[in-house]
């Protein structure tokens, strides 16, 4: 009878031992699995930022980049490239004119930025001494208030053959973005016109604005 009794309590005790296991087991498993879901839930909440705000990422091949001009004479222009700005009203480096960045198309490196100041730059000062066409070089332009009268044929023909279609056709006080790069027709190129009826700054037209992805240059 003994046996028997001992049997029985060995029996549930090990029962109860293989249940108790199974709940532990079970309520961590859910605790793992409730923080592996809401890892991944926090994961799919984060979205990465895009180069140089885009809405999707670049292949390889190509270089992010958005170009805005100034707004009227208020604001100034901003260059972005590879995710990097590099000239803005809030980095205080660009000016009245045209804003100019050069880059190394087979790397993405920066050559050169600078503005062609249509106030207080020297007088005699053209696009020949500042642009300097390269096979590979890319040229990235934003104009910043009126840049009509500082750009004379000669100015126009060297845009002209990094690829720009509409840089003949700037009046005054038209806002205008581009990139380009020797022996391409660019497709990177806005021109907003000043026009009374759809002016947005009294005298002055929206600013223009070019985004997307550049291919390398090699």
């Not at 930022?49 to 009227?72: E, F, M, Q, T, W």
Request: net charge neutral.
């Amino acid at each position: 009878m003994r046996n028997k009794v001992l049997i029985v309590y060995i029996a549930t005790v090990a029962a109860a031992t293989v249940m108790l296991k199974e709940f532990y087991h079970t309520k961590e498993y859910g605790r793992i699995k409730a923080i592996r879901f809401g890892i991944q839930t926090m994961n799919q909440s984060i979205k990465s930022v895009k180069k140089c705000d885009l809405s999707k990422d670049c292949p390889l091949s190509h270089y992010a980049l958005r170009i805005k001009s100034g707004a009227a004479n208020a604001v100034g222009p901003s260059i972005c490239f590879d995710g990097d700005i590099v000239m803005s009203h809030g980095l205080r480096n660009v000016g009245p004119g045209l804003n100019i960045v050069q880059v190394h198309g087979n790397n993405g490196t920066i050559k050169r930025f600078d503005c062609l100041d249509a106030k207080d730059g020297m007088p005699g000062d053209t696009l020949t001494d500042m642009i300097e066409i390269v096979p590979g070089t890319i040229v990235l332009v934003a104009s910043f208030d009126d840049v009509s009268t500082m750009m004379p044929e000669e100015s126009k023909d060297i845009l002209v053959r990094l690829g720009s279609t509409l840089v003949k056709r700037i009046k005054y006080r038209d806002t205008w973005v581009f990139a380009g790069s020797s022996g391409m027709t660019s497709p990177f190129e806005e021109l907003t016109p000043n026009d009374e009826e759809t002016n947005k700054y009294g005298g002055w037209p929206a600013m223009a604005e070019v985004s997307g992805c550049f291919p390398r240059t090699l």
